[in-house]
């Protein structure tokens, strides 16, 4: 019975051996979990570091002639602590169609592996691997929703914001001061050439809710022509020439595809069909004359003229609300591009002498006029037309993105109030894409300018 108490205390030195050595276990498990978290974290931010510092790097480096149709592989890379990237790519995101054969991808997918160190629970030094990819897309004029090279009208004045709702979704960039006089919200980033904002008291200091103004933001330099377009057009054998002699008239007709006319400038317009086309995806048509537009749209495409491009009436995707709100899940879109003027048509459908027959126009598009947006017969003295006093012809709802190089009238002052009030909304899915072959933006020295979309692991 002398020897219970001993077997009792042996027992539990035995205990606390056992407990203890349990305890080490899990420390060390512990500590290669943290390890191999920490090794997981950081290949995922080397792999990102490769995809900055080589793939977007090596894509703003190119000018668009210059930018690969095809997967380029780029060198490995490595610090310091011997942490490293490597499989580093540059691929176009997608085949290239017919209608772009000559002309460089619109976007990129960029792909890199990092690499980094870990120690295991057995002191033993192992290797994780993480690959991320995203995808890297052209900037186009389409990506903001107000962008300009000179915020001055025809006759020198200073136009002022705001030009769209209280609040404004979407990039808003000039070349030129922009001019603020009431209370406006900017969801998007602001950026101007210049080094300040003109500010007009009382009520005109904007509010920046998610990036802070930047100014002294490099030059947007606007193309004297849609080179893009017409490269485009030519390769997908839509391309029409007026010849100096006649102008088109683009009718959309929703599921039937569209229509061409062509009539001669200076005679009253043809109702003949020049030729017609089912719908169409993912082409860019050209006419090297004057053109006309309207109709409901089905497919994807990028409308462009050398000459003035008149709004007839409604322009707008097939599956848009009345009002012309955009189905954000749309596979509908359309650009538009005059190497002139973009112009709202003076039609009854347009709200012509007051808005007696009709009202308002609804345009769901981008915009790019490489001169001016803005509206026929304004009531100035030189104008043939001379509407009544006032001649309010409603209102522009757009649904999508403005580019002008000079700014343009919507509304003017003349016979108490002339045109139109603006109700105008970015159409979000052009901040990751663009209407096929849209005119993009060069830097200064010609480079390519290029976004990231966003992150994701292979």
Request: with cysteine; glycine share 8%; hydrophobic share 35%.
């Amino acid at each position: 019975m002398e020897r219970e108490p001993a077997s009792i205390f042996g027992t539990i030195a035995l205990a606390l051996v056992i407990g203890f050595g349990v305890a080490v276990v899990t420390t060390a498990e512990d500590s290669a979990k943290d390890n191999f978290d920490q090794a997981v974290a950081k290949a995922q931010y080397l792999a990102r570091q490769g995809i900055m510092e080589r793939g977007l790097s090596y894509l703003r480096s190119l000018k668009p002639n210059q930018l690969p149709n095809h997967r380029v592989d780029l060198p490995s890379g490595e610090n310091s602590d011997g942490e490293r990237y490597q499989g580093v790519y540059v691929a176009p995101d997608q085949e290239i169609p017919r209608s772009r054969a000559n002309m460089p991808p619109s976007s990129y997918i960029i792909g890199a592996t990092g690499v980094a160190d870990f120690v295991d629970a057995s002191g033993a030094t192992e290797e994780v691997r993480q690959t991320e990819s995203t995808r890297a897309f052209r900037v186009s004029f389409a990506s903001f929703m107000h962008v300009t090279d000179s915020e001055h009208s025809i006759f020198g004045e200073h136009m002022m914001f705001p030009v769209f709702e209280d609040t404004v979704f979407g990039n808003v960039h000039s070349n030129d001061f922009l001019r603020f006089f009431s209370y406006t919200i900017f969801a998007g980033h602001v950026s101007t050439s210049q080094p300040y904002f003109v500010v007009e008291p009382p009520g005109g200091n904007p509010v920046f809710v998610n990036y802070p103004p930047e100014f002294n933001a490099p030059l947007i330099v606007f193309p004297e022509q849609a080179e893009e377009a017409r490269r485009c057009a030519t390769s997908a054998g839509l391309s029409f020439d007026g010849e100096g002699r006649y102008y088109f008239r683009l009718v959309f007709r929703g599921s039937d595809g569209f229509w061409i006319l062509r009539s001669v400038i200076g005679a009253p317009p043809s109702d003949t069909v020049y030729v017609q086309f089912p719908v169409l995806f993912d082409v860019p048509v050209f006419f090297d004359a004057p053109l006309e537009l309207e109709g409901t749209v089905d497919g994807r495409y990028t409308i462009a003229a050398s000459g003035d491009i008149r709004l007839l009436e409604d322009v707008i995707y097939s599956d848009s609300q009345p009002n012309g709100e955009i189905d954000p899940h749309s596979l509908n879109m359309l650009g538009i591009i005059s190497e002139s003027n973009i112009l709202i048509a003076n039609t009854p459908e347009n709200g012509r002498w007051n808005s007696s027959q009709g009202l308002d126009i609804i345009i769901n598009a981008a915009l790019l006029a490489l001169n001016s947006f803005t509206f026929e017969d304004q009531n100035d003295t030189w104008d043939i037309y001379s509407g009544p006093s006032p001649d309010d012809r409603g209102v522009v709802r757009l649904w999508g993105s403005t580019a002008q190089r000079q700014r343009g009238y919507v509304h003017r002052s003349n016979h108490g109030s002339t045109g139109y009030g603006r109700d105008y909304h970015y159409d979000p899915r052009f901040s990751v894409g663009s209407p096929p072959c849209f005119e993009t933006v060069i830097a200064e020295m010609g480079y390519s300018q290029f976004n990231i979309e966003s992150w994701g692991a292979e």
